[in-house]
């Protein structure tokens, strides 16, 4: 049950924002919190997958941060060598 509070941290570092995976843990904990005070019987709370959620989004943060940093680099160098190679008028 809890990969499905983990999947909106993690996808929203590549759709949204890279930092908005830390949004989205913190909203993920809360709800996960809330559901375990509202619901009555419900599991003990799980203290150690708060932290993951954290962890997982700065991983998710640190990656999609590279992956457009790479393509920003990647769109610059082509380009720089259209302008070098396109022809002048």
């Known amino acids: 049950m809890l990969i499905l509070y983990a999947i909106p941290v993690f996808a929203a570092s590549f759709v949204l924002d890279p930092t908005s995976s830390f949004l989205f ?3 993920s904990a809360a709800s996960y919190t809330l ?7 419900s599991t003990s709370y799980n203290v150690v997958s708060m932290p ?15 992956q457009e940093r ?3 680099a990647r769109r610059h160098a082509e380009q720089t060598q259209l302008a070098f190679t396109s022809p002048t008028s």
Not at 53 to 66: I, S
Request: hydrophobic share 80%.
């Open 25 to 27: 843990a913190s909203i």
């Open 35 to 41: 559901l375990r005070l509202v619901v009555v019987g």
């Open 52 to 66: 993951i959620l954290f962890v997982l989004a700065l991983v998710a943060w640190l990656v999609a941060d590279r």
């Open 70 to 72: 790479y393509i920003a």
